[in-house]
């Protein structure tokens, strides 16, 4: 049996990155299946990275994304994938995979209006499962019919989201209630490494913050009387900016750091997934995703959105260490839903279901 995973696989984002690998990896170790990450992009989401990417008329900023891509090809050699194509009808599976990440977020600059691809629209209805894909920050007042009759004639019990704003909608649009997974990444195992140095760092991970939240962490570092290092992103207040790495030692650098400050969902998980305590600063774009997430697991208040309740929370954590074992529980709890669901459904894809409140074609 052959599966394909479509999703945003190729983009040079850490986040993206390690959601399709992680899928696609627990996938092939666990199942007896080949599955493989569909590796298309359509002709106007094509145009616009090559434009961005390579032809980006700010001198500086089109090396920094030549190399950039340099680096994440050391990465994506790793995924097991198809041959390149901006044709979604030349991938021919027998079964397909949608999810996870911002697939479903109608207002990505990056998806052309109205294509309907991530979608499942190109694929037998009965051949496909989705995993946690978003809306992201999406609502479902402009969504489209044509959306709206692609969700439609899925197997609702083949579907599943990230968050609860995305099972808002599509309950919302169909009427049934799916259930809302982790993210792929939670799905592995990791045996991360301390990077060589030894030095006491503050990780950030993120860019584009707030004042309050940079004032926040300079002081914390000055109270830990350790450096500040951003990776993935140059921030200008950070002692070491770290941007040229594979997406593979990311966990590394989020494994040896004290603390991390993040804006990003991903920095959320990577923090979980190595256990370490962190600061969310909010961020209305991402916020679906992270409060579905630490709400489910007891850490809201690890978003934060000033100096002040950063400050106060580092205090509580000084004085009261969190254990992590007790919202790892919960995690692993949440983790083992996500894996049931796969189990019980990967295997029959692309089996005819009886099933009245199915309308797929």
């Known amino acids: 049996m052959k599966i394909g995973i479509l999703t945003f696989h190729m983009a040079v984002n850490y986040g993206a990155y390690w959601q399709a690998y992680a899928l696609n990896k627990y996938i092939n170790d666990r199942y007896n299946i080949d599955c493989y990450l569909i590796n298309y992009e359509s002709r106007y989401t094509f145009k616009k990275d090559i434009i961005m990417r390579i032809l980006n008329p700010n001198l500086p900023k089109g090396l920094y994304n030549l190399l950039a891509v340099a680096n994440f090809r050391r990465g994506w050699k790793l995924m097991k994938k198809t041959r390149f194509s901006t044709n979604i009808k030349a991938h021919k599976f027998d079964g397909y995979i949608l999810g996870s990440d911002e697939i479903w977020n109608y207002t990505n600059p990056f998806v052309e209006k109205g294509d309907c691809t991530y979608f499942g629209r190109s694929f037998e209805a009965n ?3 989705t995993f946690a894909p978003s809306f992201g920050c999406a609502g479902s007042s402009n969504i489209t019919r044509e959306i709206t009759q692609s969700i439609a004639r899925l197997n609702p019990d083949n579907i599943s989201v990230r968050d609860e704003n995305s099972q808002e ?4 649009l169909t009427g049934y209630k799916v259930p809302v997974l982790v993210d792929p990444v939670f799905l592995n195992e990791y045996t991360p490494k301390r990077i060589k140095g030894g030095k006491k760092f503050i990780l950030v991970y993120g ?6 939240f940079i004032d926040s962490i300079k002081e914390i570092a000055a ?3 350790a450096l500040i290092y951003s990776f993935g992103f140059i921030n200008s207040f950070a002692h070491k900016n770290i941007v040229f790495k594979s997406p593979i030692e990311i966990l ?3 494994y040896s750091a004290d603390y991390v400050f993040t804006n990003m969902y991903h920095g959320v998980v990577f923090s979980l997934c190595c256990k370490k305590q962190f600061f969310m600063q909010y961020n209305e774009s991402k916020q679906n995703k992270v409060d579905t997430l630490l709400e489910r697991i007891g850490l809201s208040d690890r978003v934060v959105c000033s100096r002040h309740e950063a400050y ?3 205090r509580h954590i000084k004085q009261n260490p969190y254990d992590f074992n007790n919202y790892m529980e919960k995690l692993q709890s949440l983790i083992q839903q996500s894996k049931d669901f796969i189990d019980t459904r990967i295997k029959h894809l692309n089996t005819p279901l009886i099933n009245k409140s199915y309308r797929g074609a």
């Open 127 to 129: 051949k496909i499962m």
């Open 169 to 172: 909608i599509v309950e919302k």
């Open 207 to 212: 860019n584009n913050f707030d004042r309050e």
């Open 223 to 225: 109270n830990e009387r």
């Open 252 to 254: 590394d650098y989020f």
């Open 312 to 314: 106060e929370l580092y």
